[in-house]
């Protein structure tokens, strides 16, 4: 079976000893021992254990024909809409069980090297046999990855470019080909923002959009997370200081962690390379393999679930203090139905609109996800300020778990009921609300659902311009041309 448990991937990324970093110290020993990773592991256990558990399986795993195994949902290329549809199902079931808050569930980048293998003859040889391994063998192991795309962030001015500098090696900031060698390239410099960077199996590496003055900066591949010279450096870690999963019930299980990703002449084998300084390749590489649809699908099907979610908390808070006769409270609430109802439908009107390309895979519509991603990373905010001016001080009068059994236990229990909940089920609650939006986990989920594909204000550009807009010109034409008389 190529389905793994949850204690086989932890084992796993124990065994690999990948080079962490985290609050100035390398993690020595097992990484599922550490406090600021012990949470998120376990959770992503959880999720490869529902592959085994019977009322889950048929909707997480699917028979493959070349291994005759069963494997994860998000390897298996989608031919039919019905196959998106069960694809939709499956990401949800899993984004269910953080409240769509681990935001790199393994499905997101498996669909990544799904989409880019099952589209291998855009690739030249030998690079498309290069990412038909890659996948054969993630399928098979049920490998996960963590992935960097964008360089560090030390001067976007749109008139520097890194490359036209003369450098020597320790010059170098954004990750480049320093060398080519018979076994492979060798890369030196960082990359940003390896969510879950040292706890994949792997690491994709995608090339950074736009273009490049500079054929050293064009290359994609993936390598095992332990490969030498490759460190992760981490934020600093919010579920360190979680204790409970009653006073931090999100930071305490879903902390993904973020990090800088150094590649120390790191050596990159040919047969895990399959991008090398093909311009070409490269600046047409997500519109033709399909990659932004397939990775929006992803996407677009947990920020359902989060939003689901959202309106689950508020909702819960409007009735538990009584707030929710309020017309401008009903008025909030049904912003947050109206995002809800929106994004569903858009998700829905992707399936409707899908079609295949000519690598057989079914594509669902690029239009609503797009509108969907733009839209929504503009949103979220606003739905974080809406639990906000909901929960008011409820959010900061918030004691603890151990508050409650201490001698003060009897004047909280008094003073912090509620009209529909008891104080202590009450200020679970609220904490909940707390954790998903005011904590350091909640701020970075605002941040996350910001940058989520990008900057928003070149996504919103990319949907204009690739939006096809002549329908509406000519209609307007038209109907100028009608009041001329
Ligand atoms: C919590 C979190 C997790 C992330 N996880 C990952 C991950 O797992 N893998 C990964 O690869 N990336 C990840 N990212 C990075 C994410 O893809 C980037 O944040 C996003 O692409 C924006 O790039 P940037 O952060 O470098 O912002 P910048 O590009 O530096 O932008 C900073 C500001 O300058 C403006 N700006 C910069 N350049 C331009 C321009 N050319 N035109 C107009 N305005 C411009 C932007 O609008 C913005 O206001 C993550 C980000 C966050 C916040």
């Known amino acids: 079976m190529a389905i793994i448990t949850g204690k086989q991937y932890i084992n796993r990324i124990d065994d690999l000893q990948n080079e962490v970093w985290i609050e100035g110290e390398r993690v020595e020993g097992k990484l599922s021992l550490h406090p ?46 019905e196959d998106l549809q069960k694809r939709k199902e499956a990401i949800q079931l899993w984004a269910r069980k953080s409240g769509g808050t681990i935001g790199r569930s393994p499905d997101y980048i498996n669909t990544a090297i799904m989409t880019l293998a099952t589209s291998h003859t855009y690739f030249d040889e030998p690079y498309a046999t290069s990412i038909k391994t890659i996948y054969n063998e993630s399928k098979k192991k049920d490998l996960s990855f963590t992935h960097t795309f964008i360089n560090p962030q030390a001067n976007r001015s749109p008139h520097y470019f890194e490359s036209l500098q003369e ?33 994949t199996d792997e690491i ?96 677009i099907s947990r920020q359902v679930v989060k939003t689901e979610f959202l309106l689950g908390i508020c909702e819960s808070i409007a009735t538990t203090i009584s707030v929710h006769e309020y017309q401008h409270v009903q008025d909030k609430i049904s912003e947050v139905i109206t995002t809800f109802e929106i994004m569903k439908s858009l998700l829905e009107s992707s399936i409707n609109g899908a079609a295949p390309n000519r690598f057989g895979t079914m594509v669902p519509a690029r239009n609503p996800l797009m509108v969907a991603s733009t839209y929504y990373q503009k949103t979220y905010p606003r739905l974080i300020e809406i639990l906000h001016l909901l929960g008011a001080s409820g959010l900061i009068a918030l004691p603890t778990e151990n508050d409650f059994s201490s001698s003060i236990g009897a004047d909280l229990h008094q003073y912090l009921q509620a009209k529909n909940a008891k104080a202590k089920e009450r200020v ?58």
């Open 36 to 81: 600021a990773f012990r949470g998120i592991l376990k959770s992503k256990g959880l999720l490869y254990d529902m592959q085994h558990d019977p009322s889950a399986q048929s909707v997480l795993t699917r028979t493959d024909n070349e291994c005759d195994e069963l494997i994860n949902f998000s390897f298996k290329q989608p031919v039919t809409m």
């Open 167 to 199: 450098q020597t090696k320790e010059q170098i900031i954004a990750a480049k080909i320093i060398e080519k060698k018979e076994q492979g390239i060798v890369i030196h410099g960082a990359r940003l923002l390896a969510t879950q960077g040292g706890m």
């Open 204 to 299: 994709l590496v995608l090339p950074v959009g736009g273009d490049t003055l500079d054929d050293n900066y064009i290359y994609a591949f993936a390598i095992p997370s332990n490969t030498p010279g490759l460190r992760f450096l981490c934020r600093e870690p919010y579920a360190s200081q979680a204790t409970s999963s009653y006073d931090h019930p999100f930071t305490y299980q879903f902390d993904e962690i973020d990090s800088v990703v150094v590649f120390d002449h790191v050596l990159v084998p040919w047969e895990r390379v399959f991008i090398y300084q093909q311009k070409d390749i490269v600046r047409r590489l997500s519109i033709d393999t399909n990659l932004t649809e397939m990775l929006l699908f992803q996407a």
């Open 428 to 485: 679970q609650l609220f904490r909940l609300a707390w954790d998903l939006t005011m904590s350091p986990f909640g701020s970075r989920q605002t941040q996350y659902e910001r940058f989520f594909f990008g900057d928003p204000i070149r996504q919103s550009s990319y949907l204009y311009q690739a939006y096809d807009k002549s329908f509406f010109i000519k209609q307007i034409k038209e109907f100028l041309k009608n009041c001329t008389t």
